[in-house]
């Protein structure tokens, strides 16, 4: 029989890289978006996202609502230690939304100045933002002997999750910086080819950083590796993943430069959930009030229908996904 905890655990995990995926190149491109020269690269720089953004924030959306029905306590645990920064990146997402729609809604510089500067803050503070809820996840909150939260907000923005959440800034910069690059053609493509390499450097040198100081602060996190040798395959690929990247530019391959940096974006979810494991929110005050996915879950009938509808509904997710990008594959060009 399948394990119904550990099987949600992995689904969550899949939500969470389908979603640092496919929303993370149009936050990297959010992020660059500042960089662009003049309203018509901006405008494309746009365009390059705007078939698919709303599809693709459908991720977290599922991602919470999986949480709040397959781990109650977890998802109230993380609202109550996060509720500060995740108004502010309800905010985020919201600003970013308005600032495609309202961008083009005028003419006047200043008017689209502003929707312009919006739409990076916004994309900046998601990235950050998100990074910053994982580093947390792995450091861990104070929680009582009910899973209640009991710190403040200097339990969250400490210096490693502060590092976590520049980490993710990297990281979807890099995925955007590709993305872009397949999208665009001729000058603006040319220019697009240095912010790779740029933004490739700055996610090598947060990257290595970040596990230096995660073995350090966190020395726990690699006790599932002994424990599971297979697991050791996640980081193994993780590294092939982040050598081909710098292989795949240099090729001039940005198809399997943007594969490279998807699979880059798995495997550290993968060696994330492996780090946390069976943890959901580790408890910073006692090892034993922490969270897992046994004493948080549902009940074991609510995570099987769960489960039902999920298989059901994730094949429809990813061929209306597909078919988008389909679609839409191909350059941008301002007309």
């Known amino acids: 029989m399948i394990d119904l ?12 890289a389908g979603y640092g995926i ?11 978006h500042i960089f662009a020269r003049g309203d018509e690269e901006r405008q494309l720089f746009m365009h390059s996202i705007g078939p698919v953004w709303d599809g693709n924030e459908v991720w977290l959306v599922v991602f919470g609502g999986a949480l709040f029905a397959a781990f109650p306590d977890a998802y109230a645990a993380s609202f109550s230690g996060f509720y500060l920064p995740f108004m502010i990146l309800l905010c985020a997402l919201i600003f970013r939304g308005v600032s495609l729609e309202f961008r083009n809604k ?41 899973g209640f939260f009991t710190g403040g907000l200097k339990d969250v923005f400490q ?3 502060i590092l976590i959440g520049l980490f993710s800034v990297a990281g979807c910069t890099m995925h955007g910086a590709i993305y872009l690059y397949m999208k665009t ?43 599971y040798p297979f697991t050791w395959v ?5 590294i092939l993943a982040i050598a081909n990247v710098p292989r795949a530019i240099h090729l001039n391959r940005p198809g399997q430069a943007v594969l490279s940096s998807s699979a ?5 979810t993968a060696l994330f959930g492996v780090a946390l494991f069976p943890n959901l929110i580790r408890s910073s005050v006692d090892p034993t009030l922490s969270l897992t996915i046994y004493n948080a879950s549902s009940s074991e009938p609510t995570l099987a229908i769960m ?29």
């Open 185 to 227: 053609e001729g000058e603006l493509q040319r220019r697009i080819h240095g912010w790779m390499w740029r933004s490739f450097g700055f996610f090598l040198i947060i990257y290595m950083l970040s596990t230096v100081v995660t073995l350090i602060r966190i020395p726990q996190s690699h006790e599932n590796f002994d424990k």
């Open 159 to 161: 210096p490693y999750p």
């Open 234 to 238: 996640a980081l193994v690929l993780n």
């Open 5 to 16: 905890h550990i099987a949600w655990f992995i689904l969550m995990g899949v939500l969470m």
């Open 264 to 268: 880059v974006i798995v495997t550290l």
């Open 307 to 335: 489960m039902v509808i999920a298989c059901i509904g994730i094949p429809f997710v990813l061929t209306y996904t597909g078919i988008v990008y389909w679609v839409f594959r191909g350059k941008v060009r301002a007309d």
């Open 106 to 146: 005028h003419k006047a510089k200043l008017w689209r100045d502003l929707w312009d500067f919006s739409f990076f803050m916004s994309s900046l503070a998601i990235c950050f933002l998100l990074g910053v809820a994982v580093g947390t996840t792995m450091l861990g909150l104070p929680l009582d002997k009910y």
């Open 22 to 32: 496919l929303d993370g190149f149009d936050l990297g491109v959010g992020v660059l």
